[in-house]
Each structure stands twice: as C-alpha cells, then as structure tokens.
C-alpha cells in the first residue's frame, strides 16, 4: 500500500537544509565547546537517513551520487592522516598545531589542524551511517 | 547522586540481561545495547558526578569536572554504535538467510 | 621521539584504507598488500633491534607526557609478537590470493585484513588500558566482517554467537577499566602498576584484577573457550588461519601484560586461578581434540590446547617458565597457521571435512603430508622443531618453583595434541587412495608455497633459536621486572 505522504516530502525538503546547517554548525563549534565531528557527523547523516525515509533509494542515489563507503575512506585516511602528517614534520606522531589568522570576513580566526581531524571523523561518521543503513533496506 | 547512578546502572544491567536471555534475535541486540550504555553511565559515574563545572574553556570556574571519563565514554558510545550497527546487520542477514529469528531453531544446523 | 614504534600500526591501517578504493582493481590490491606487510616486518625488525641497544622505547602522542597522554611502548615482548605477526600476515596473504574466492577480493577482503592487523600490533603497542580497548575493539570489529564473510547458513549462526560474546567481554573490559579508574585514578599501564604498589593490592583490586582475568580469558580461550571451535572452524581457510595464529594470542599478551605489569602482588590468588584455567582448559582441549572427527574442530581444540600451555608459563611466573612462553607463543603463532592452513588445503582438495572420508592423500599430495608429518613434530615438542624449546624452557620453569600438577598436565597434553594430529595424518594421508586419476584436483603453487614457508619457519626457529635467545631472554627479564618498563615510560616523573 501506498501511502500518501505529501506534508512529508514537504517538510524534508526544508527540514533537511536546516538539519544539515545545523550539523555544520554542531561540528564547527566543537574543539573548544560542545559539538564536534561526531555529533556533527551523526546529525549530518541524520538529515541523509530521512532523505531516504521520505522517498526511495533510487531517488536518493540519483540526487546524490556518491558512493559512502567511500566517504568513509576518505574521512579515515584524513583522520589519520593529520597524524602522519605530524610525522613528516618531525613530530610526535598526532601532535596538533593551531594558529591565528586574520581572515577577510571572519576577523581574527582560530584555525588548527584538529579542523582536519574532525572533519575526517564526520566524513567516517556520514560514510559509516548511510552504508549501513543502504546495506539493510536495499534488499527489502 | 553516585548512589543513584549506581542503582540505575544495576537496573539497566538487569534489563540487558533479561533481553540477551530472550530466544528473540533483535532482543538480544537491543540487550548489548543496554547493556553498553550501563557500562557508560558506570565509567562516568566513576570519574565522580558534579565536581565542579564543565570541562570547558571559558568557563572560568574554580574546579572542574575529570574530563577524562567523557572522553573514555565518547571512545566507547562510538564503538558500541558501530558494534551495534553491524550486529543489526547480520541479525537481518541470518534471519534472511534462515528465515527464523528465534535462536531455538538456530540450534543444531549443520553445514549445508 | 620514536615516531618508528607507531608505524607497525599506522602502515596497515593506511593500507586499508587506501584498498578500499582500489576495490575492483585486484592486482593492485594483492601487490600493496604485499608491499605495505614486507614495510611492517622491517619496521618490526628495525624497532626490535633498536630496542637491544637503546633499551624499552615507547612514542607519545602528540607530545602529551605520560601518564597524561596515550602513548605507545616498546619491549622486546611486544616487538616480538609484532614482528612474527607481520610475517605471518604477509604469508597468509599469499595463500588467500590463490583461495579467496574473486567476490570477497572485490568486497574489501584486504582492507578488513589490514584493519585487523593494525588493531592486533596497536594492542600489541600500546602503554594505556583504555587504548588496548580501542585496539581489541578495531581488531574485533574486523574479524566480525571476516568472520562472515561468505554467507553460509552456519557461517552467520555461528558469528552472531561470536559477535555477541564478544560484545559480552567487551563489556567487562569496560566494567573493568572503570573500576580501576574509580580506585586509582589512572589508565596508563605504567602509572597504574606504581599506584597499585602504593595502595597494596588489596581485596578490591584483586577482585578487579580478577574481572580482567575474566576478560582476556574470554578473548583468548582460557576456560571461557566454549564460543572458540564453533567460530574458527566456520570461516574461509585463510581468515580462520588469521584467527587462530593471531586473535587468541592478543589475549594471551594482554594477559601477560596485566598480570607481570599491574597485578602481580597477590600471586597466591591470581597466578593460582590462571594455573587451575591453564589446567582445566588443556584437559577440556585435550578432550575435544581426541572427540571430534572434523578436521577443523580438531584444530580448533588444538588451539585451546596451546593457549593452556602457554598461559601455564604465566601461572608458574619465573624467568625461566616465561622465557618458554614466549617461545611457545612465537612458535605457536606460525605453527598455528600452518595446521589451519593444511586443513582447509585437504578441506579444498577433498571436498570433505571428516577424517574418516579421507584417505591416502599422500600418494597424490606427498609435499602437503610431509608438510603435514612435520607440523605434528613440531606441535608435539620433537628437537630440531620450534615447539621444542618452548616446552623445554616451561618444564624447566615449573620444576624451578614446585609447580608439578601444571607441569604433569602441559606434557601430558602434549601426547593428546600428538594423538589427535596423528588421527588425521593415519586416516587421511595414509592407505588406500580416494581420490582417482581423473578427479585428481591439482594442489595450485599459490597454496603450496606459503605452506612451504610456514614449515620453513617452523624448522627455522627451532634450528636458529641461538638467533632468538638474546630477544626472549630481555623480554622475559622485562616480564620478570616491571620496573624496568615503569623507568622507561616514567622516566622519574612518578
């Protein structure tokens, strides 16, 4: 049975950007505040999930062509990454480096590389989410 | 406040284990879902319940709570949730491939 | 400043990930495969010479001095292990190019092999409990996808029994290290043996120590092996070789770790339990590898076996009977993984798994029996092999501290381990020939040769253990000293 779900595909149309703002916004505050690339992660694939709910894979898949398994490849070899990178710079392996920067429009910013680690552990987290989720309700 | 935490942490122990005894295959995940979130409430509850503030720059307070135990817990709700995940799937998998998800009918399969 | 120590983790792991995406690329696959484990063993081999001289080394990261920061350390023990781990991978890689089957290889078989890797020399590595968690987790979690890898009706029965005792440990691991950091107030390994020292081990920290016990007993099959045969006679040859030559030893180390490390003041509770484990569990081993007419639980049960043995030297705790043990944990590892590999080579070549539908295998397969003939010698503990000297060195370490029950059974199990070997060498490779002419399936080189390597090894240690002695000898002394490694990672700031 098909079910009429209007006011659904409605809503996630509007509530998915806000989702993924807010994930974004999750992630960025982390570091020195609560957030992170975790949670920021797990709210991003969060929006994805509901992406799926609300229409079917195949939509999904058209509107966003990547392959997750991937993702979550990338992000780990980011992750790690920024710890080798440590290496090569004759540091002790995952040691983190951070500066500050006068941006254009952001005034003085705090960058570091744990930007980079975390974005890494977001990329994992989305990549990990939506794989499994795809595994178990595509064959259904 | 500990004590509290250390009742609610048995009772959740309790749960978890009635559900990992069930015959029911999806119980017995939700039953070490449970059952890793009591060992979390545990391990922070170890580290000592309101110490003192946040532990966050910027709040300037005059002690702070040990933030190692909420690292620990992250490290751990992290891995429980991929455990988890991946138990899920092979709970659908082995129910697809068995079409049972009773583990009394598991028993006894010998090699096809 | 040793970034060196981390690489034996960090190289696996970025193998992984780079092969995940080079999925459908094969070739490339098996060439960085084997590329990234011969770079693991010489880094392996680097750090464990590098260890002779400038003593225990240890990396930590990011530059946070312990006990603050995670790190990783260094002896000539945990070196060891990493260094026959990589050789072992790099071995079995080759013969899982000749017998995995095309789809797995596609559906990142290597890149879980890596992961697994990483994560047993990363526990290997460590100096923090909470990160030797993280590292079983990673190895763990791996040989869950491993583990199922194939989709056979019994093969996901048995990894959901796997999986969920797994989960299970790991949970008391987690239960255990929050205890631990309740009562003292540390992770790092180092810091935790000077802080026990302090307060006396006293009961609580027994019983804690006593919960660890319960946790490694379970990853490696000390008496809590009932989950053991099941689940390593399920999967594909190479992963079940992988399992039963790797997993069970990162619980053995663990063990060892904890108990030489943190826990070794109350000895008459502690050592005496893992004694009555190691007895109960090469008895119930020794039962179930005469009981069995399938060839995989038989060398399921043999695994059991070795693992009371080993853990024998443990409960005796001398120099001498933990010498033997690093020895026997060496010779096991490689050992191991040949007999899983020959079993599911006969497996392969017969298309049968009990020992009484075989038979005469010799007269078609003359290198793999012999092969076969001497993986008996050598788990039996014959001379020139690799087995012997472990056995030696333990017999001698039992009569040194009295220990006559444990020493009476660890060589009695050794017959049980010749019996059932040679139940499987007299109904498969001797009489009459089942198989004919023209059903005669050909042994492929691919899965020959690293058999052939892996017997290489085994007679290799034995004759070249003169080579061996100066590194078990300091890791033994290490073992036997805590200090020592306390010194290194502490370096005074106590």
């Given amino acids: 049975m098909k079910i009429n779900d209007v ?46 709910l609300v229409h079917d894979i195949e939509t999904v898949r058209k509107g966003i062509p990547f392959d997750f398994k991937k993702i979550a490849a990338i992000g780990a070899f980011l992750a790690v990454g920024t710890g080798i ?21 952001f005034g003085e910013t705090e960058l570091s590389t744990v930007m980079l680690f975390e974005a890494g552990v977001a990329l994992t987290v989305v990549g990990v989410v939506v794989t499994i989720i795809s595994t178990i309700s595509e064959d259904v | 406040m500990e004590t509290l935490i250390s009742i609610l942490v048995g009772i959740l122990v309790t ?79 082995t129910y697809k491939k068995t079409a049972t998800d009773d583990l009394q009918a598991l028993r006894g399969f010998e090699d096809e | ?194 802080r026990v020292a302090e307060v006396g081990q ?8 006593l919960m660890f016990l319960i946790v490694f007993s379970l990853k490696a099959g000390l008496l809590l092996y009932f989950w053991l045969p099941g689940s390593y006679s399920v ?28 826990f070794y003041h109350d000895t008459i509770i502690t050592h005496n339990v893992i004694g009555v484990m190691a007895i109960l569990t090469m008895i119930g081993g020794s039962i179930g590898a005469i009981a069995y007419n399938d060839i995989r639980k038989i060398i399921a049960y043999n695994v059991v076996i070795a693992v009371g043995f080993i853990l024998a030297g443990l409960a005796m705790s001398s120099e001498t009977a933990f010498q033997g043990a690093i020895y026997y944990l060496i010779h096991d590892m490689v050992v191991k993984a040949l007999l899983f590999l020959l079993g599911g080579t006969m497996i392969y070549l017969t298309g049968k798994a009990k020992i009484e539908e075989m038979s005469g295998l010799i007269r078609n397969y003359p290198i793999l029996g012999w092969l076969f003939f001497i993986t008996m010698l050598s788990l039996a503990g014959i001379p020139p092999l690799s087995g012997f000297i472990g056995k030696v060195y333990i017999g001698q370490g039992a009569i040194e501290t009295g220990s006559f ?3 009476t059974t660890a060589f009695l199990s050794g017959i049980f381990v010749l019996y059932s070997l040679l139940r499987i060498f007299l109904n498969c490779f001797w009489g009459e020939t089942i198989i004919n002419e023209d059903e005669d399936i050909p042994l492929k080189k691919g899965m020959l040769v690293p058999c052939v390597l892996f ?40």
């Fill in chain 3, 235 to 262: 999967p594909q040859t190479v992963v079940a070789a992988l399992f039963g030559a790797l997993l069970t030893k990162v619980g053995i180390y663990a063990m060892f770790r904890v108990f030489t490390l943190i």
């Fill in chain 3, 1 to 194: 400043m040793n970034n060196i120590i981390v690489m034996p983790m960090i190289i696996p792991l970025v193998t992984g990930i780079i092969l995940v995406f080079l999925r459908h690329y094969v070739k490339t696959q098996r060439v960085l495969s084997i590329v990234s484990s011969i770079l693991t063993l010489v880094a392996s081999l680097v750090v464990l010479n590098q260890i002779q001289q400038d003593g225990i080394l240890r990396l930590d990261f990011g530059g946070w001095l312990p006990p603050y920061g995670i790190l990783f350390v260094a002896d000539s023990f945990s070196m060891l292990l990493v260094t026959t781990t990589s050789i072992v991978t790099g071995i079995l890689l080759i013969y899982a190019f000749s017998s995995i089957e095309k789809q797995f290889e596609h559906t990142f078989f290597y890149p879980f092999v890596f992961f697994l890797v990483a994560g047993v020399n990363g526990s290997f590595l460590t100096g923090d409990l909470f990160n030797l968690f993280v590292c079983f987790e990673v190895m763990l979690l791996s040989s869950y996808v491993l583990i199922t890898m194939g989709g056979r009706k019994l093969q996901l029965i048995e990894s959901m029994k796997y999986v969920t005792i797994n989960v299970l440990s790991s949970w008391f691991f987690l239960i255990g290290i929050a205890y631990l950091y309740g009562a003292v107030g540390t992770l790092n390994m180092a810091h935790l043996s000077v």
């Fill in chain 1, 85 to 105: 990178g440590a290496v090569l710079f004759g540091e002790e392996f995952l040691t983190q480096a951070f500066d500050y920067f006068d941006l254009p429009v």
């Fill in chain 1, 7 to 52: 006011i659904l595909q409605t809503v996630t149309k509007i509530v998915v950007f806000i989702i993924l703002t807010f994930g974004i916004e999750l992630f960025l505050a982390g570091h020195n505040s609560p957030g992170g690339g975790f949670i920021g992660g797990l709210v991003l694939s969060s929006a994805f999930v509901l992406l799926y």
């Fill in chain 3, 455 to 494: 017997g290489i090894m085994t007679i290799a240690i034995g004759i070249g253990v003169e080579g061996l002695a100066p590194y078990v000898s300091d890791a033994a002394r290490t073992l036997m000293n805590p200090e020592i490694y306390i010194d290194a990672v502490l370096q005074g700031n106590r």
């Fill in chain 3, 202 to 209: 006293g009961p609580i920290l027994t019983v804690i120590s």
């Fill in chain 2, 15 to 93: 749960v978890a284990v009635y559900l990992l005894l069930s015959r029911n295959l999806i119980r017995v995940i939700l039953g070490t879902a449970v059952l890793s979130h009591a060992a979390h409430l545990l391990l922070i509850t170890m580290g000592g319940l309101k110490k003192g503030s946040a532990p966050l720059l910027g709040e300037g307070a005059e002690s702070y709570t040990d933030a190692l135990p909420q690292a620990l817990i992250l490290t751990a709700i992290v891995i429980s949730f991929a455990v988890t995940a991946l138990l899920l799937v092979l709970a659908y998998r």
């Fill in chain 3, 405 to 407: 029950i444990l020493l």
